[in-house]
């Protein structure tokens, strides 16, 4: 969703940015690695979906890119960002896209398994130790960045996170930090 005052492109906007994110993410998850891993977990298709699983993966990596659109313009975006994605345009009404309620049944249907399988398989360093510019000082260069959401208030979610403290005492929500390297 878009923030106050931010401005959105349109949802027939075919932009450059937007294809070149969903193309890198085909170049770090290739379509048959992403089938590997779903075939692994067993969540492949019983019949022809509208939602098949591999499309539920890159949809998933595409609410990361585009993390601030609507369920309806990820869906946008990755359709027009994926060549191989042409055929499945087809069975897609112009203009259209899937519900909600059928894009949160296909993540569902796909559970995190098959999305921690396949981040499992692609973690690791981008650079070699050839490359001399991973490394500063005979350092390898790495980043982090960190994040906290609030989560459900329950007393087994306090328990377990903890809750925000400030001046005026605790906070409403418990919260979650994430950091990553």
């Not at 298709?45 to 990361?64: D, G, H, S, T």
């Not at 659109?69 to 027009?80: A, D, E």
């Not at 360093?125 to 005979?138: F, I, K, N, R, S």
């Amino acid at each position: 969703m878009a923030r106050v005052g931010q401005q959105v492109a349109g949802l027939g906007e075919d932009r450059l940015p937007g294809r070149v994110a969903v193309g890198v993410l085909t170049k770090v998850f290739p379509p048959d690695l992403v089938d590997e891993v779903v075939a692994a977990a067993g969540v492949g298709e019983q019949r022809i979906r509208v939602l098949p699983a591999r499309v539920v993966v890159y949809y998933n990596l595409a609410m990361i890119v585009f993390f601030q659109s609507s369920y309806g313009q990820v869906w946008t975006k990755l359709v027009g960002g994926l060549d191989w994605a042409k055929s499945f345009r087809v069975r897609v009404a112009v203009g259209m896209s899937p519900s909600p309620a059928a894009i949160s049944k296909a993540r569902s249907r796909l559970g995190w398994q098959v999305m921690a399988d396949l981040l499992e398989r692609v973690a690791g360093p981008l650079a070699g130790q050839e490359d001399g510019w991973a490394h500063v000082a005979g350092l390898r260069l790495v980043a982090f960045d960190g994040l906290t959401m609030d989560v459900p208030d329950t007393a087994v979610n306090a328990a377990a996170f903890g809750r925000p403290g400030g001046g005026a005492g605790a906070g409403a929500f418990p919260q979650v930090r994430v950091v990553a390297l």
